[in-house]
């Protein structure tokens, strides 16, 4: 099973900063079954990116994604109050699905 | 609109059954893959099972493999999840979720969710 080890586990930032949030996978992650969620209290989790940088629809654009093979990361631009939620990163090998453990996103 | 409605959660003892639906509606069910997805009390998210659109093809993570069941009614637009052999440690939401991509069996993200149904088992 592939290992999902998301950092930081918790990030405090302030509204306009820019947050990197990390992914990495204990071994090689097809780009096409990376993805990044997002979830806020009593919500289910909202599709942020998928194919690991194509954003879901009705994502805003300061939501960009990147990386390949073990290393992946979900920048989110501009960060606004909104954001703050728990972030999940996700793949899909070897016919199952692996989800990190999340990132708490917190916004000062 | 494209929705997804949970239902059949509930409390039930340990060793016992439950069975959980999905009904589908404002996207041609048959065509994607779908998939159960648990969230514990206070925990993070699990994969649970998924099933291909045409149903031939299913898969379990390995804790619920041989407890659970994953189905699907493409007349009926609706997934099912039966579960049995019932631990304390199943209790948990349980989301259902459609796969990004159309016509493959599974692989890719999770663009729709239900609101989701809880499971508690306890004596």
């Known amino acids: 099973e592939i290992v999902l080890t998301q950092s930081p586990g918790t990030l405090s930032s302030s509204p306009g900063e820019r947050a990197t949030l990390s992914c990495r996978a204990s071994q090689s992650v097809s780009s096409s079954y990376l993805a990044w969620y997002q979830q806020k209290p009593g919500q289910a989790p909202r599709l942020l990116i998928y194919?690991?940088?194509s954003r879901a629809t009705g994502i805003p654009e300061r939501f960009s994604g990147s990386g390949s093979g073990t290393d992946f990361t979900l920048t989110i631009s501009r960060l606004e109050p909104e954001d703050s939620a728990v972030y999940y990163c996700q793949q899909y090998g070897n016919s199952t699905y692996t989800f990190g453990q999340g990132t708490k996103l917190e916004i000062k | 609109e494209v929705q997804l409605l949970e239902s059949g959660g509930g409390l039930v003892q340990p060793g016992g059954s439950l069975r959980v639906s999905c009904a589908a509606s404002g996207f041609t069910f048959s065509i994607y893959a779908m998939n159960w997805v648990r969230q514990a009390p206070g925990k993070g998210l699990e994969w649970v099972s998924g099933i291909s659109g045409s149903s031939g093809n299913t898969y379990y993570a390995d804790s619920v493999k041989g407890r659970f069941t994953i189905s699907r009614d493409n007349s009926k637009n609706t997934l099912y999840l039966q579960m049995n052999s019932l631990r304390v440690e199943d209790t948990a939401i349980y989301y259902c979720a459609k796969v990004v991509y159309v016509g493959v069996a599974l692989g890719g993200g999770f663009d729709i969710w239900g609101q989701g149904t809880m499971v508690t088992v306890s004596s």
């Open positions: 194919g690991a940088s």
